[in-house]
């Protein structure tokens, strides 16, 4: 479901490293030529790109990028360019160095809407580029923030099982346990915390189905309604990842254009990191959403070579 359009027949990564060390030199820099090259390539060409570029220039391209760009546009080209488990990393630590809930949702994006494999290749390269484990990053970041510290904790250590089987029963009454713990208004039950940590998604997509189904509510408004605390708005966030990651990443592009002034950071990460993944159906569910297109709303809200990369990383103004 992803967007990004790749060129046929594809250039060699040597012509591509050298069509960007062109673009490189001269007096200014061709920020069209980099659009067009690194916004057209998937994750596994541009790092062919990259180790093509470094060999033939010495330099890495992530350091030439960031020595010839500027600004949001620098920031969002730099991160697509990254390995996707690296800038997972990198946006995990820097959440970690924030507050307040939208840095928290970086931390229920990675341990709820990355697959399991992807998830473990972060925490591995948090690891590699930190010196310490994204698991105990987090425990120490939360330590006093109880149950919320376990929740996180639990999220980003899980390792999920990959296919699809389902067992309906086991997702009825795991949806009666969810219901009977959110319904006494206690979402931190270790219930809770063990269902949404250990099971795998199809599971979890059974299971809130049947609470749906037998409560006549989808779980993610009990949640809402058992209280208003950071608590239960990162559980709802985890619900949503894990059940239909597109609605959260719609509320995410959303929320970092309305109002006075817009948050860059947040919807850079947004399209960067689900442009290869579900960016089609984030659009369709922005759409129905909010009644108009998510790249009209970019369009409004952002300018010059950064509304351009972005655009061409969302593809098509359809629908």
Not at 136 to 160: C, G, I, K, W
Request: contains cysteine; glycine residues 4%; proline residues 3%.
């Amino acid at each position: 479901m992803a967007n990004i359009t790749v060129p046929h027949p594809l250039p060699s990564p040597e012509e591509d490293a050298k069509k960007l060390r062109k673009a490189f030199q001269g007096l200014g820099t061709d920020e069209k030529a980099i659009i067009e090259v690194l916004g057209h390539r998937t994750a596994a060409q541009r790092a062919e790109i990259a180790r093509t570029y470094a060999a033939l220039y010495k330099e890495t391209l992530v350091e030439r990028l960031h020595s010839e760009l500027s600004g949001d546009f620098r920031k969002a080209v730099i991160l697509w360019v990254m390995d996707p488990a690296e800038r997972d990393a990198k946006l995990a630590n820097e959440a970690l160095k924030n507050k307040g809930d939208r840095h928290i949702w970086v931390i229920v994006e990675v341990a709820c809407a990355s697959d399991p494999d992807h998830l473990m290749a972060v925490r591995k390269a948090y690891c590699s580029l930190f010196s310490s484990s994204l698991e105990e990053d987090v425990a120490s970041h939360f330590a006093h923030e109880q149950p919320l510290e376990q929740l996180l904790a639990r999220l980003v250590s899980s390792y999920r099982y990959t296919g699809d089987h389902v067992d309906e029963g086991l997702a009825q009454s795991e949806a009666a346990e969810l219901y009977n713990a959110i319904r006494k208004k206690q979402p931190h039950h270790e219930g809770v915390i063990r269902i949404l940590s250990t099971r795998n998604k199809s599971q979890l997509k059974a299971t809130f189905n049947h609470y749906k189904q037998d409560y006549g509510k989808a779980i993610d408004e009990d949640i809402e309604s058992s209280g208003s605390n950071q608590f239960t708005s990162m559980l709802k966030v985890a619900v949503c990842c894990i059940g239909s990651p597109e609605k959260h990443f719609a509320e995410v592009v959303r929320s970092s254009v309305l109002g006075l002034g817009t948050d860059e950071d947040s919807l850079t990460r947004a399209i960067v990191t689900r442009a290869e993944i579900d960016m089609k159906k984030i659009k369709e569910e922005y759409k129905i959403r909010y009644k108009t297109a998510l790249n009209a709303d970019v369009i409004d809200d952002t300018s010059w070579d950064y509304k351009d990369f972005l655009l061409t990383l969302l593809g098509s103004a359809d629908p």
